[in-house]
């Protein structure tokens, strides 16, 4: 399973020149921990997270932002997306692209796709994934025949 089949695509990101203020209610209204920074080019520069508002000083999110950031690629397994936030500490990883955040993925989409799973309404095979597979691995019946189901809490 590849980056771009969990990621969040509809990534809230702030300017550089944006002010502190704006980067805290930005991850208040939005109850998010972190915003990659872009510049006015719409590259990536950064990432501020509400670490940075709360422990460092400063005018506009690029005087706090943290600039060495850790990034994958929409085709980065999964494996090494988990690999990295656990082994590097970091809560989430910008997908890029072209220097151009297409995604993000944090612990919490992580969570969500080991949650998820499919169920082949022909012969109750269970596959976990963001999306139903194509064909199903015992019996062959395709996509249509798979059911959306979430594991619940306890099981």
Known sequence: MKAREIMTRDVISILDEATVEDA??????????GLP???????????????DLIAKQGRTVADIMSRSVITVSPD?????????????RIRRVPVVEDGRVVGIVSRSDLVRQIAMRWVCGVCGEIVRGMEPPAHCPRCGAGEQAFVHDVVPPGM
């Open 76 to 88: 980065t397994e999964v494996e090494e997306v988990q690999h990295l936030l656990t082994n590097q």
């Open 37 to 51: 920074v872009v510049n006015a080019s719409g590259l990536l520069v950064g990432l501020v997270t509400e670490h």
């Open 24 to 33: 805290a209610r930005l991850l208040a209204r939005n109850r998010i921990s």
